[in-house]
């Protein structure tokens, strides 16, 4: 049974907007799960934890059997996200619900498959998360999880605006209750969890043509002046309108230097139940 001691409630740090969601819907399973995709074949029962902009859940769906799969999100708000992308592709029978990872509400046993991606560096207890993602595995099922490590990007030019549009972010999701360099962590927190098959991998986004340069100077200059991550800079006095639109404008600028080279580092886990 789920343990009913009350868990911290998740924070996202990024939120819903437009700057957020344009980004998140270049997601596919090939760029964001491939760790994943050689363990799957149609049939399987996959749960999706954090599905958001849905479009790696549409692309699993496709795999198992939109019947086969569950996405879960932690608001209403978010999972119409996901039940929006599933109905523009034209994926019918997938079950969208509303959760806490930290709390599932679902059986033991109850899939095959669990993937998570990006969702464990902004949970409080990413621990406890992955004991239950383990717990609604079936024995011999795999939980897949994939997350960012923030203080591991790297970009050139060196650029101090830059460094201190990271400074804030770990500021704020380590404010937050986060974990924004989740990605190293992710092993040893699969193993606090009662894992013991684990196998540990890491890729990278790299942004460097001109196009991704500018879609993702685009993403991290709206999330400055717009949404909760600049409400929650202007509110706790870390940085004001007048730095958060400078530091928006380094940004873009920087994308349009053609030698301009931004990595994203992320850390993987394929776990066995």
Known sequence: MPDTT???APAYTHGYGAAVLDSHRTRTAANSAAHLLPH???GQRLLDVGSGAGTITADL???????HLTALEVSEQAAALTR??????GIQGAQVVVGDAQELSFPADSFDVVHA??????????VTALAELRRVTRPGGVVAARDSDYEGFRWFPETPGIDRWRELY???ARANGGTPDAGRRLLAWA???????VTPGASTWLYATAEARRAWAETCAGRLTAGPFAAQLERAGWAEAEERAALAEVFLGWAEDPDGWFSLLHGEILAHA
């Open 6 to 8: 009350a868990h911290s």
């Open 40 to 42: 799957l074949r149609t």
């Open 61 to 67: 769906a496709r795999i198992v059997g939109p019947e």
């Open 84 to 89: 929006a992308e599933l109905e523009r592709q």
């Open 117 to 126: 991606h990006q969702v464990l560096q902004h949970l409080p207890e990413p």
């Open 170 to 172: 770990l500021r704020a």
């Open 191 to 197: 193993h606090a969890a009662g894992f013991e098959d």
